[in-house]
């Protein structure tokens, strides 16, 4: 299975940090560009921005000659949305808003082929090298990572249950919605909301399995890390992208204005 092995999952499971960049902008240009600057991973994502399967895939080829892996969240837990993103090549999914382990062992049944699972089989397709993988049906879900993101207090009161479930590769402490969920909306400097994402991270991992988080503030990114999270994006393209013209225009604003 060399042709398809999942680095970024056995990093993770091993405990190795991989920083990541979360994507929103759709062009594949940008994808591009953005793979070859060097992030253990990269996140593709569907929820929150136009993107479908078909901006994905291109997405997917783009990054196909860089060593970042691609982390793909789908617009909602869609077991025929997963299984299509997971036959145009995507190893690595995250599932936003899982909040029950029903929900979890649903995501967990569509990454597989039966007798385990639902996936649908499909005989020549992008993820097993359009028929070169032999063995393809039989290994697939070795090299798929499946990962919840918990982000509201029911996914919390809920939490050892789902990370305790087999068949969940990685759990990810999502700050943005569950500063809402928590009376907090925006604010995940909040007392509670760090408190939470801290107990979060730490009750993943005493389940043995990796713990995620994304932020864009130095101070909850170390204190994500201290607890231990193991996949960690530290920036958002469209923000990064925002904050340097908007940097560059101040300082010409600055020296010739």
């Not at 953005?34 to 569907?46: E, N, S, T």
């Not at 599932?95 to 967990?108: C, G, K, N, R, S």
């Not at 798929?144 to 509201?152: G, H, S, Y």
Request: charged share 25%; proline share 4%; glycine share 8%.
């Amino acid at each position: 299975m060399e042709k398809i092995a999942n680095g970024f999952k056995r990093a993770i499971q091993a405990g190795q940090q991989q920083i990541g960049l979360w994507s929103t902008v759709r062009d594949v240009a940008a994808t591009e560009m953005l793979a070859g600057v060097g992030y253990d991973w990269m996140l593709l994502d569907c929820e929150h921005t136009p993107n479908d399967v078909v901006s994905v895939l291109h997405m997917l080829q783009a990054m196909s000659a860089y060593e970042t892996h691609p982390v793909v969240r789908p617009i909602q837990l869609d077991s025929g949305e997963i299984k299509r993103l997971l036959d145009i090549g995507a190893q690595t999914l995250l599932i936003p808003y899982v909040q029950t382990v029903e929900e979890a062992q649903l995501a967990v049944d569509a990454v597989d082929y039966a007798p385990r699972g639902f996936r649908g089989m499909g005989g020549s397709t992008r993820a097993n090298k359009f028929g070169q993988v032999k063995d393809y049906f039989s290994r697939a879900r070795e090299e798929v990572c499946l990962l919840v993101q918990i982000e509201t207090q029911k996914g919390l009161d809920n939490l050892d249950e789902i990370a305790a479930l087999d068949g969940i590769d990685g759990v990810f402490i999502g700050p943005a919605d569950l500063s809402a969920s928590l009376g907090h909306a925006g604010n995940a400097r909040h007392p509670d909301v760090r408190a939470a994402i801290v107990d979060g991270i730490k009750r993943v991992r005493a389940h043995g399995k990796p713990a995620g988080f994304l932020s864009l503030d130095p101070e909850l990114t170390a204190m994500a890390v201290e607890a231990g999270s193991v996949f960690t994006a530290v920036d958002l393209d469209m923000i990064a992208m925002q904050r340097t013209v908007r940097d560059s225009l101040a300082a010409a604003r600055k020296a010739y204005g």
